[in-house]
């Protein structure tokens, strides 16, 4: 009789043992899956890991990039302001409202205010990441941002992008970091080289950015209701 209740309680500990363990298992399956799934519908963010970091004046001037597995050297950031230029007596005005396009097929940008062409260049827009198509608006400059993302050999750290615009609009919230902006990693455009952002040559990046709305008051220019940012619209497909 003694040995048939040994047999019993041994029996019932082995029981609670194992019932322990498919509990245990079941809960980190369920914690794998959430983590999972938090991680697939994480934001993605066009300018870095974390788009808070890219959301700030940063310049680190002597220091060197990492892009495509090689090292870059960022160009060299002047805080400083610039003397607002002078109009000439007697040059003409241009009016109307200023307008950017981005042709994703083309990989061109154009520049129009009214009628009147205000430049155009050539432009590396998402080959990791697709650029955003529709409409827009720039509601945020900064002089210089650091980007960093990407994993392997895909991984950039890039201080000192210069001339950087942020823009918003239905299919690009204002957090998730897409922006025109000059890039020195790469002399490829005309052709996708960007994680979604719009890649600019350097002169024609601050070329635009000295134009657009809002107009520049300091190193971090924010779009106002007197002042708001100039549209843009991006549409197209991009070449594979």
Request: proline residues 5%; positive net charge.
């Amino acid at each position: 009789m003694a040995k048939r209740k040994s047999q019993k309680r041994k029996a019932q500990k082995s029981s609670f043992n194992w019932s322990f363990f498919l509990l245990l298992l079941f809960s980190v399956l369920v914690l794998g899956l959430i983590i999972i799934f938090c991680s697939l519908n994480r934001p993605f963010c066009a300018s870095s890991s974390n788009c808070k970091e890219s959301m700030k004046l940063d310049v680190e001037n002597n220091v060197t990039g990492v892009f495509d597995g090689q090292k870059v050297i960022p160009p060299v950031i002047d805080l400083s302001q610039k003397v607002p230029s002078v109009k000439v007596l007697g040059e003409a005005t241009v009016s109307g409202e200023k307008h950017i396009y981005v042709d994703l097929t083309t990989q061109t940008l154009t520049a129009y205010q009214g009628d009147t062409l205000f430049m155009t260049a050539s432009v590396s827009t998402g080959k990791w990441h697709p650029t955003p198509t529709g409409d827009f608006k720039i509601w945020e400059k900064f002089k210089a941002v650091r980007m960093t993302g990407g994993s392997g050999a895909d991984y950039y750290d890039l201080p000192n992008v210069p001339y950087t615009m942020f823009f918003e609009g239905v299919n690009a919230a204002a957090g998730d970091g897409f922006s025109l902006h000059g890039a020195y990693w790469h002399d490829n455009f005309g052709h996708p080289m960007s994680h979604g952002c719009v890649n600019m040559k350097i002169i024609d990046a601050e070329k635009l950015y000295d134009w657009v709305n809002p107009i520049t008051t300091g190193n971090v220019t924010p779009a106002t209701k007197s002042d708001p940012g100039t549209k843009i619209t991006i549409y197209g497909q991009a070449p594979i």
